[in-house]
């Protein structure tokens, strides 16, 4: 018999840490075991005052891919662009002042990312997150 997956509040969190690093475009905080893959990525771009929310393993080059991102906030709705790259991921792109950034950066713990057709991801919420949005609104 195979258990029903548990709530994403409760779930089982996706292996790794944040790290964080300034550079001369903005910040980059990303997610991912310490020796393994990149799983999520979030960058600032200072010049532009945009935020982007990278998924991993995720999408098709050029294809739109609704992406549900729960926090314990409420519910955010938002669309990103599959890129082909050297990994397949999706990009969320959106300004740094949109309040859905604070919903995430101070949800209770962990967030979770949803891409249509994909597996779910669990992330932890640490302070990475917050630096990096502070930082493009700076």
Do not use: H
Request: with cysteine; aromatic share 8%; glycine share 10%.
């Amino acid at each position: 018999m195979v258990e029903p997956e548990k709530a994403w509040d409760v779930a089982t969190l996706a292996p790794g840490d944040w790290r964080y690093e300034k550079q001369l475009t903005g910040s980059v905080a990303q997610y991912g075991p310490p020796a393994g893959p990149r799983i999520a990525l979030l960058r600032c771009d200072s010049a532009t005052r945009q935020i982007t929310l990278s998924i991993d393993g995720v999408g098709a080059s050029g294809a739109s891919v609704p992406v549900v991102i729960r926090t314990t906030s409420g519910t955010l709705a938002w669309s990103g662009v599959g890129n082909a790259a050297a990994d397949q991921f999706v990009a969320i792109t959106r300004p740094a002042t949109d309040p859905g950034f604070n919903w995430i950066a101070y949800s209770r713990g962990r967030i979770s990312v949803e891409p249509q057709g994909k597996a779910r991801l669990i992330l932890p919420v640490w302070a990475e997150i917050a630096r990096v949005i502070e930082d493009c609104r700076g």
